[in-house]
Nanobody
Framework: QVQLVESGGGLVQAGGSLRLSCVASGRIGSNSAMGWFRQAPGKEREFVAALFWSGGYTEYSDSVMDRFTISRDNSKNTVYLEMSDLKPDDTAVYYC??????????????????WGQGTQVTVSA
């Protein structure tokens, strides 16, 4: 069983920045992928960004491309989401997720096996 714990959410003004962290208990395998998703009130959960744990391949949704950066620290079993130029539309609960044996699809929530509890990000206008 793997546990994922997110942190770093908060309230920020539009144009500001935040960094989210997600620590995974246990070792993450070389064929795993880690992703970030978000869910705003009344909306479905949507893909934000993901990376392949070994090799560092990354993928982003169009809405966050060039503003958000996903990265990892293998030694700390941690994945980060650096968010800049935040907009009110970025307001959501952000979840990290782990796909134990990655099959090539990053942006589908059903591909992921474990989820964190979420961290709230609120961007004021």
């Amino acid at each position: 069983q793997v546990q994922l714990v997110e942190s770093g959410g908060g309230l920020v003004q539009a144009g500001g920045s935040l960094r989210l962290s997600c620590v995974a208990s246990g070792r993450i395998g070389s064929n795993s992928a880690m992703g970030w998703f978000r869910q705003a009130p009344g909306k479905e959960r949507e893909f934000v960004a993901a990376l392949f744990w070994s090799g560092g391949y990354t993928e982003y949704s169009d809405s966050v491309m060039d503003r958000f950066t996903i990265s990892r620290d293998n030694s700390k079993n941690t994945v980060y989401l650096e968010m800049s130029d935040l907009k009110p539309d970025d307001t959501a609960v952000y979840y990290c997720a782990l796909d134990i044996w990655h099959g090539g699809v990053y942006n589908v929530a059903q591909e992921y096996d474990y989820w964190g509890q979420g961290t709230q990000v609120t961007v004021s206008a």
